[in-house]
């Protein structure tokens, strides 16, 4: 199994930063970030898959969040720059996997971390 464990999550004013790692005991091809607000369906926030060096980040925080990934350390991050009140969300690193000729996709039955919580006021 792997283990996903997430930190970094804090309150912060409107135009703040945040800096969330992800420390995993084994790398997937796949890593992402996901983030659920209340009352809202999980949504894919930015993943990178290393097979291809490709890097998705959602059009609702491209130009303010980036993903990255140390590889020595096993460590996920994202960082989150001009978080806006709409960024408030549990925030959850993922290990995905192939599915078809998708090399790099996240369901439930992939790894998950407990999450950490941003909120922007």
């Known amino acids: 199994d792997v283990q996903l464990v997430e930190s970094g999550g804090g309150s912060v004013q409107a135009g703040g930063s945040l800096r969330l790692s992800c420390a995993a005991s084994?790398?997937?091809?796949?890593m992402g970030w996901f983030r659920q607000a209340p009352g809202k369906e999980r949504e894919a926030v930015a993943a990178h898959y290393t097979g291809t060096a490709t890097t998705y980040v959602a059009d609702s925080v491209k130009g303010r969040f980036a993903i990255s990934q140390d590889n020595v350390k096993n460590v996920l991050y994202l960082q989150m720059d001009s978080l806006q009140p709409e960024d408030t969300a549990m925030y959850y690193c993922a290990a995905g996997g192939a599915s078809g000729l998708d090399p790099c996709t996240f369901s439930d039955s992939n790894y998950w971390g407990q999450g950490t919580q941003v909120t922007v006021s």
């Open positions: 084994a790398f997937s091809l796949c």
